[in-house]
């Protein structure tokens, strides 16, 4: 059993209320350890940057409090994964790609090399120009002219 409380107010933003009884409205969860812990080490943040509570583990949450957090965790950290490489406009950066992701068809701009994270066992993690995340889960699961397209920035 926690001793806090989130809810959500008539207008869609989550309430943290502690053990004291006081109420912060527009409360933001945000992981500690996003791609290799998720569910480890939350903290929900009040407005003014501030962090009210710590979260050990999200599973450890009951269910009214872990289903608002997923769900607001999972509009915070939108990322679509590529399942297909189709095309790039150069070899060379910035470089726009044109991508089959699970959220549908999209071209991105690639601005750097650097925008490429390696995360271990085949995982990558690709920054757009536009602040959006691309997730690859496994590049070997690509296909063999995803991959060679791929391999030309690694």
């Known amino acids: 059993m926690s001793d806090f409380q989130i809810t959500r107010d008539p207008f869609g933003k989550l309430v943290y209320t ?6 912060h ?8 350890f996003p791609i290799a ?13 501030h962090e009210l509570a ?5 599973s450890a ?29 150069t070899f060379s950066v910035p470089s726009t790609w044109s991508v089959d992701t699970d959220r549908g068809p999209t071209d991105v701009v690639l601005k750097s090399e ?5 995360l271990g066992n085949g995982r990558l993690l690709i920054g757009t120009s ?3 995340n691309l997730a690859i889960p496994d590049m070997a699961a690509l296909d063999r002219a995803s991959r060679r397209l791929l391999e030309r920035f690694l």
């Not at 502690?18 to 109420?23: E, I, M, P, R």
């Not at 710590?54 to 999200?58: D, F, G, H, Q, S």
């Not at 949450?61 to 790039?88: H, K, M, S």
């Open 114 to 118: 650097d925008d490429i994270r390696r």
């Open 54 to 58: 710590w979260i050990p583990r999200l």
């Open 25 to 32: 409205v527009g409360v933001v969860p945000v992981r500690a």
């Open 18 to 23: 502690g053990a004291d009884g006081v109420a």
């Open 61 to 89: 949450l009951l269910n009214p409090e872990r289903a608002l957090l997923e769900a607001e965790l999972a509009v915070r950290e939108f990322t679509p994964t590529i399942t297909r490489l189709r095309a790039v406009s």
């Open 130 to 132: 536009h602040g959006l």
């Open 37 to 49: 812990a998720p569910d480890e080490g939350l903290s929900i943040v009040g407005p003014d940057g």
